[in-house]
Nanobody
Framework: QVQLVESGGTLVQPGGSLRLSCAAS????????MSWYRQAPGKERELVAT????????NYADSVKGRFTISRDNTKNTVYLQMNSLKPEDTAVHYC?????????WGQGTQVTVSS
């Protein structure tokens, strides 16, 4: 069955860095567009970053441009989100998302908390 397993979320101080990972299985990862979303308490889930199946194209929300980098390793079926210069407003559950054709999949989420 399809699995997306996120890891790397934790408590970090403002200005710090984290790298999230999402390990995928159960589908052809190299053919899927991968994204990271996040949802803060009381807010709607929002798109953070997307990477094409080949890794050539990426897109970011304005709020994270210049601070976050999405990447993937198709040999490891894993997508990453490198987060630098973290701010308290980045506090949220971060979700991995896969889209392949008309099918979409979600991970269970990993909590990122930015606080001093």
């Amino acid at each position: 069955q399809v699995q997306l397993v996120e890891s790397g979320g934790t408590l970090v101080q403002p200005g710090g860095s984290l790298r999230l990972s999402c390990a995928a299985s159960g589908f052809t990862f190299s053919s899927a567009t991968m994204s990271w979303y996040r949802q803060a308490p009381g807010k709607e889930r929002e798109l953070v970053a997307t990477i094409s199946s080949s890794g050539v194209s990426t897109n970011y929300a304005d709020s994270v441009k210049g601070r976050f980098t999405i990447s993937r390793d198709n040999t490891k079926n894993t997508v990453y989100l490198q987060m630098n210069s973290l701010k308290p407003e980045d506090t949220a559950v971060h979700y991995c998302h896969a889209r392949r054709g008309s099918r979409t999949y979600w991970g269970q989420g990993t909590q990122v908390t930015v606080s001093s």
